[in-house]
């Protein structure tokens, strides 16, 4: 699966409404495992750790706040070993157009926080 296909197009609107689906139910984190098992029941097979995972979830961040006003969806998914989101998710955080302050531990609570109150209004 590459960038810019259709089926990474039809892919990154399926991980789209399953983040969105979560943060208006609270903000409660999944696994990138559980995310990868969501995509393989609607018929898109995406590693956990390898592949177009990482994209799909900056991406999806980057869609849904191209400006980074919005709560970053990727802050939900997490490792199983940790309960925590991976590198990536702090390093996106930090970086135009999210700026995110903060240490990793506030950050990501902050932004969690957010979610929720963000996607219960919606």
């Known amino acids: 699966m590459k960038r810019n296909t259709l089926e990474y197009e039809q892919a990154l ?15 409660e984190p999944l696994t ?5 098992a969501e995509l393989a029941l609607q018929g898109h097979h995406v ?6 995972m990482t994209y799909l979830l900056e991406d999806v961040s980057l869609r849904e706040s191209p400006d980074g006003s919005v709560p ?26 999210f700026t995110r302050p903060g240490d990793d531990t506030e950050l990501w609570a902050r932004e969690l926080a957010h979610l929720a109150k963000h996607y219960s209004t919606r």
């Open 13 to 27: 609107g399926a991980v789209l409404h399953i983040l969105q689906t979560r943060a208006s139910a609270g903000a």
């Open 32 to 36: 990138y495992g559980g995310l990868s």
């Open 47 to 52: 590693p956990a750790h390898r592949g177009p």
């Open 72 to 97: 970053m969806l990727s802050a939900l998914v997490v490792l199983q070993a940790t309960g925590w989101p991976s590198g990536g998710f702090f390093q996106l955080a930090r970086r135009e157009p």
